[in-house]
């Protein structure tokens, strides 16, 4: 009788841990979420977890309209998955994991002055993410108009789909500068590559990012217990190394 009981309760165990995760994060994420995802792992071998990462707002009607079979949805803006609770679509009220920074980002230009060198390169093109749906580009926008140079560099101006779109053209000379995460001027493929200068916090709304497992994940405890580990102090000291805010 007890191997019976053994043999069921490993068979129950086996079978929660091959429960596939797919989670949906900000672009801003890339790195900074691997990292979490890698360490998840470290004690979790057998857990399926599968990232797709892009704009907070595009995956946030992907999710709205039924057409993406996500688990755990991360946003870089915390009002994404608290509409999507409020339409009853999650499983739980969203949880703040992080606050996002930009930076000022250049391969060649000094960029220690700040925002100001935008004015003394008419031409060059700054790359930000799009402001329709991606946070990010919404907060360079912000930040922008704080400055009150938006309408005099509006032409100059080139956008991702995504920010991590708008760092590859930053990458590719495609653009001068870039207004991107701090998360992913801090990345290894950016960290040596050019100078950036942190974009004072007081200039745009804060990015405040938050999470929630949807309703398709309401019987999958991989994804509760992978939920829990984003707010264990190993997933904060990754966040951290990477710009989040994590201390409120």
């Known amino acids: 009788m007890k191997t019976i009981f053994t043999l069921l309760f490993l068979t129950i165990i086996s079978a929660s841990y091959?429960?596939?995760?797919?989670?949906?994060?900000?672009?801003d994420l890339r790195f900074a979420m691997d990292e979490v995802v890698a360490e998840y792992k470290k004690s979790h071998p057998n857990a399926d977890?599968?990232?797709?990462?892009?704009?907070?707002?595009?995956?946030?009607?992907?999710?709205l309209n039924?057409?993406?079979?996500?688990d755990i949805y991360f946003s870089a803006d915390i009002a994404?998955?608290?509409?999507?609770?409020?339409?009853?679509?999650?499983?739980?009220?969203?949880?703040?994991?992080?606050?996002?920074?930009?930076?000022?980002?250049?391969?060649?230009?000094?960029?220690?002055?700040?925002?100001?060198?935008?004015?003394?390169?008419p031409r060059a093109?700054?790359?930000?993410?799009?402001p329709s749906?991606?946070?990010?580009?919404?907060?360079?926008?912000?930040?922008?108009?704080?400055?009150?140079?938006?309408?005099?560099?509006?032409p100059q101006l080139i956008y991702g789909e995504n920010i991590s779109?708008?760092?590859q053209f930053c990458l590719t000379g495609n653009a001068?500068?870039?207004?991107?995460?701090?998360?992913?001027?801090l990345a290894p493929n950016m960290k040596n590559r050019g100078n950036y200068c942190l974009i004072d916090a007081d200039t745009h709304n804060p990015l405040l990012q938050g999470f929630v497992i949807l309703n398709r994940a309401k019987e999958n405890a991989i994804a509760h217990d992978f939920a829990k580990f984003v707010s264990s102090h190993h997933a904060i000291n990754i966040l951290e190394k990477y710009g989040f805010v994590c201390n409120w």
């Open 176 to 185: 001068q500068f870039g207004i991107l995460a701090l998360s992913l001027v």
């Open 133 to 154: 749906h991606a946070p990010y580009g919404q907060r360079a926008v912000e930040t922008l108009k704080h400055y009150g140079i938006y309408d005099n560099i509006m």
């Open 80 to 121: 994404y998955p608290q509409k999507l609770h409020e339409d009853g679509l999650t499983v739980h009220e969203p949880v703040l994991y992080a606050i996002g920074r930009i930076a000022l980002w250049s391969s060649s230009i000094d960029v220690s002055k700040g925002i100001s060198v935008l004015t003394e390169n």
């Open 125 to 130: 093109r700054i790359a930000i993410a799009n």
């Open 49 to 63: 977890l599968e990232v797709i990462y892009g704009s907070s707002g595009n995956a946030f009607t992907q999710i």
């Open 165 to 167: 779109q708008a760092a």
């Open 66 to 70: 039924g057409g993406a079979p996500y």
């Open 18 to 27: 091959s429960q596939k995760v797919r989670i949906a994060a900000a672009a």
